[in-house]
């Protein structure tokens, strides 16, 4: 699987943006940029993915280099039930079923 | 909710206990699958069922057996577990492989062997 980096750990103020980075040197052009975040306990839960261009939903917007090799996942207005580990994972279309999982960045949001 | 349902949400089970995890979902996903995450480790791929049909296994002991009778009911039976199976053990699924439209997971099983 293509690899992902990111920072291990970062934080944030409540009501601030946050742009947690990724970055995916490896990726190919038909590799999908997923990310996914995990509450203490909890399974993890969809935020965004996308290919090429910028996607925006209702929790985040995910902004892709025109390179592709680095996106970045950004939070409007952090909350403080936006602590969680975010991960940012690629999705080969030759891995078929496989979602891999690294360590992630354990955002912390100080109120 | 998430639209996919583990049940039980806690269990704690001796080494020579028999028990079985249920997941069931109503998305209309046709592919389902196990994770493990043990502590401080991430999530482990364990099983992979399409239309039923298992399409892969991660090398995962026998004593895990899964089940999948049809694409919204998902199950993990488990016989003779050590206690370094105790983990957070997750379901997820999808439409088709995910990849283009994101994967749903549960809340979890907390399994303690004791």
């Known amino acids: 699987d293509a690899k992902t980096t990111q920072p291990n750990s970062m934080e944030s103020n409540e009501e601030e943006p946050v742009h947690l980075p990724c970055n995916h040197s490896?990726?190919?052009?038909?590799?999908?940029i997923h990310w996914y975040r995990q509450l203490p306990s909890q399974g993890p839960e969809y935020v965004i993915h996308g290919l090429t261009s910028n996607v925006n939903n209702r929790m985040a917007s995910l902004a892709i280099a025109e390179d592709r090799k680095s996106s970045t996942l950004i939070l409007h207005r952090a909350t403080l039930r936006d602590a969680a580990v975010y991960y940012c994972i690629l999705i080969e279309e030759t891995s078929g079923s496989r979602l891999t999982f690294g360590e992630g960045t354990q955002l912390t949001v100080n109120p | 909710e998430t639209g996919v349902t583990q049940t039980p949400r806690h269990l704690v089970m001796g080494m020579t206990n028999k028990k079985s995890l249920k997941c069931e979902q109503h998305l209309g996903h046709n592919a389902m699958y196990w994770y493990k995450q043990s502590a401080k480790k991430p999530l482990e791929l364990m099983f992979v069922y399409n239309f039923k049909e298992q399409t892969e296994n991660n090398s995962v002991p026998s004593r895990f057996s899964p089940e999948c009778p049809n694409s919204s009911h998902l199950f993990l039976h488990l016989h003779t577990l050590q206690p370094e199976d105790s983990a957070l053990y997750l379901c997820?699924?999808?439409?088709?492989?995910?990849?283009?439209?994101?994967?749903?997971f549960g809340s979890g099983t907390r399994l303690t062997v004791v």
């Open positions: 997820a699924s999808s439409q088709d492989w995910g990849r283009v439209y994101g994967y749903t």
């Open positions: 490896t990726i190919s052009g038909t590799d999908y």
